[in-house]
T-cell receptor, first 115, second 114 residues
Framework: GAGVSQTPSNKVTEKGKYVELRCDPI?????LYWYRQSLGQGPEFLIY????????DSGLPNDRFFAVRPEGSVSTLKIQRTERGDSAVYLC?????????????FGEGSRLTVL | AQSVTQLGSHVSVSEGALVLLRCNYS??????LFWYVQYPNQGLQLLLK??????LVKGINGFEAEFKKSETSFHLTKPSAHMSDAAEYFC????????????FGKGTKLSVKP
């Protein structure tokens, strides 16, 4: 597609369950980012990939969160043993290699609700 | 460490009136500064960015912002509001040399009254 695609758009799960969120970036974009947006807050950086490798994962809150990008395109954010505090909108963004830092194209997000 | 403060979580203006959304930043190194807009049910979209060229930056949809180092500000303005400008606006900062890790403010929701 033309833009960044995220699935599912909505996910409701129970505390303790495992969740996967998928991001399909714009074709040709080598950089991919995950952000989290809680209610009333701005997006909060989680992790950044350049190609297949995680170049900066300093924003991941704890070891329950993990992200992969095995072929350098689609990425999956994985959350183990979900907690109610994980409820948020998870945003994915991509950018071209060599693009000015921060010129990001965002998807519409995956809204996660942990009951 | 970088940070961003947006004054006013909600701003309401009349159609045709001036739009002013405030953003102050904190950065230990010369920053890159951005304004993003989020329309209902859409992803965030870049409005404009400052990268140390001209201090007055023009963006899409008639918006502009001025970088004022002495005031550590990067306020967003538009001379005449349109109903379609109703959205949430986020200011963000990125340290030079960073890989795109943006620090966002909490956002300002703009309402436009007819």
């Amino acid at each position: 597609g033309a833009g960044v695609s995220q699935t599912p758009s909505n996910k409701v799960t129970e505390k303790g369950k495992y969740v996967e969120l998928r991001c399909d970036p714009i074709s040709g974009h080598t950089a991919l980012y995950w952000y989290r947006q809680s209610l009333g807050q701005g997006p909060e950086f989680l992790i950044y990939f350049q190609g297949t490798g995680a170049a900066d994962d300093s924003g991941l809150p704890n070891d329950r969160f993990f992200a992969v990008r095995p072929e350098g395109s689609v990425s999956t954010l994985k959350i183990q043993r979900t907690e109610r505090g994980d409820s948020a909108v998870y945003l994915c963004a991509s950018s071209q290699q060599g693009a000015l830092a921060g010129e990001l194209f965002f998807g519409e997000g995956s809204r996660l609700t942990v009951l | 460490a970088q940070s961003v403060t947006q004054l006013g979580s909600h701003v309401s203006v009349s159609e045709g009136a001036l739009v002013l959304l405030r953003c102050n930043y904190s950065s230990s190194v010369p920053p890159y500064l951005f304004w993003y807009v989020q329309y209902p049910n859409q992803g965030l979209q870049l409005l404009l960015k400052y990268t140390s060229a001209a201090t007055l930056v023009k963006g899409i949809n008639g918006f502009e912002a001025e970088f004022k180092k002495s005031e550590t500000s990067f306020h967003l303005t538009k001379p005449s509001a349109h109903m379609s400008d109703a959205a949430e606006y986020f200011c963000a900062v990125s340290a030079r040399g960073s890989q795109g890790n943006l620090i966002f403010g909490k956002g300002t929701k703009l309402s436009v009254k007819p």
